[in-house]
């Protein structure tokens, strides 16, 4: 069998517009590497100004708690959900205070195939933010039409059932057929049959900016 690729980044830097995004897309990804780098989540609308949400922000501390990320590391904006695009250069400015803070050398973002109006403008504002840093587009299967992953990564079996248990954490979403863990799985046994690997998570590729070296 061919040997992956290897990609590395000291931080690596997640965006999504609303709580459950991130470990929707990538969150066997952090599950895997968050003991080997940095790994900085930040969710762009906090959702509460829906009162049926109330509980949503507990059970973001609590996904990410699982998935093991650092509570320093896990940054919740309050912007209002579904309409990101008003505000879209404040969420570019937020962007841009990243970089220059964390200086990531990876971002996730949500796909480019994503039809819901929050998550295009954290991805149009990204490619506007992060223009020398590779940048690659997660799924969240509910709102994306047309994604076929063109850059697939193998996860292990263990990070991919730390996902499925971070996202047991929303209780607020346990009737949400795209939270269903067999699902989950499948999706990754897909993009893991894609990749000839036993479980993968997918994501295209926005920008990848790469350096050719010897061994």
Not at 114 to 123: A, E, F, L, N
Not at 139 to 145: A, G, K, N
Not at 186 to 204: I, Q, S
């Amino acid at each position: 069998m061919n040997q992956n690729m290897t990609f590395f980044g000291e931080t690596v830097l997640c965006i999504g517009a609303h709580p459950d995004d991130i470990e929707l897309g990538c969150g066997a990804l952090i599950a895997d590497i968050v003991d080997q780098t940095r790994v900085v989540c930040v969710t762009l609308s906090d959702n509460q100004k829906n009162p049926l949400l109330t509980n949503l922000v507990a059970e973001h501390h609590a996904s990410m708690d699982i998935l093991g990320v650092s509570p320093e590391n896990v940054i919740l904006h309050e912007f209002t959900t579904r309409r990101l695009k008003a505000v879209r250069q404040e969420i570019l400015e937020v962007m841009i205070d990243l970089k220059k803070h964390y200086r990531p050398e990876v971002v996730f973002v949500h796909t480019a195939k994503d039809i819901h109006q929050d998550h295009q403008t954290v991805t149009e504002e990204a490619l506007r933010a992060y223009r020398g840093t590779t940048l690659l587009g997660y799924d969240v299967l509910r709102s994306s039409y047309g994604f076929f992953p063109d850059f697939l990564v193998e996860v292990s079996l263990q990070g991919l059932e730390t996902k499925v248990q971070a996202l047991k954490a929303y209780q607020t979403y346990s009737d949400k057929y795209y939270f269903d863990e067999e699902i989950i799985r499948a999706t990754a046994l897909r993009h893991g049959a894609l990749a000839e690997r036993p479980c993968a998570e997918g994501f295209d590729i926005l920008r990848i900016v790469g350096q050719f070296g010897k061994f």
